[in-house]
């Protein structure tokens, strides 16, 4: 107070007179402390129950992934330094990530010629439909019964399902998409795939198995949305 008191005399502010003492005087950072400030590479996702609210942490983690996936393929700004090797490597074409599109262009290509041979024009929902059926084993998710690939491509008796419906979840990615029936689908409902199942008398069913992991769709691989050409 005895070096912050003169300067007050004199008419200076509060603020420039902290500051003219090396004083912070409010406790936050600085422009200067803001630049130097190390930050991460990812946004960190909300830990379970974080929020009192499950459906608002849901959407704001979809919100995180979101930015993090676009936020991935980016070279940090040279002012933050050199880029490392990946990045060198993916500036150079020679990366991991550039050798997964090639690979998911050519798998897209394959498939699109498949759709042709039926007769039926290739599009990017298509293709997502056929990997979908493949990833299925070719068969409704629930009850097991055979589903024809160009029977669910034009959707005559076989539909895409929400494992966990959108009016829960807001997620329409592939990842939580499946292969089935249309009745199957109907009785399914609102409710999420373990629900439905849980509810169902019969065990040997395909999707038993894994069921206990239907509650977390976003583990299984996010290639062939991310990349369909």
């Not at 807001?170 to 199957?184: E, G, L, M, V």
């Not at 439905?196 to 894994?210: E, G, R």
Request: hydrophobic share 35%.
């Amino acid at each position: 107070m005895r070096k912050l008191l003169p300067r007050l005399m004199d008419g200076i502010t509060y603020a420039d007179a902290a500051g003219a003492i090396g004083v912070n005087h409010s406790g936050s950072i600085t422009s200067a402390d803001n630049a130097q400030r190390p930050l991460d590479d990812r946004l960190k996702l909300l830990e379970k129950n974080s929020l009192r609210q499950p459906l608002v942490e849901k959407i704001l983690n979809q919100m995180i992934n979101v930015v993090n996936a676009l936020s991935s393929g980016m070279v940090r700004s040279t002012k933050r330094g050199r880029a490392g090797p990946s990045a060198q490597a993916e500036q150079r074409g020679k990366g991991p990530r550039t050798q997964s599109i090639s690979k998911n262009e050519k798998e897209n290509a394959d498939i699109e010629a498949k759709i042709r041979e039926f007769g039926i024009r290739p599009s990017r929902s298509r293709i997502q439909k056929y990997k979908m059926w493949e990833e299925s084993g070719k068969v409704c998710m629930y009850c097991g019964i055979e589903v024809k690939d160009k029977e669910f491509l034009e959707s005559h008796d076989a539909e895409v399902e929400h494992i966990i419906p959108r009016s829960l979840y807001f997620d329409d990615s592939f990842a939580n998409k499946t292969c089935a029936c249309h009745k199957c689908n109907h009785d399914k409902g609102n409710r999420t795939a373990y629900d439905y199942m849980s509810s169902l008398a019969a065990i040997n069913l395909p999707l038993t198995s894994s069921v206990s992991t239907i509650s977390m769709p976003m583990a299984r691989s996010r290639a062939a949305s991310t990349h369909i050409c």
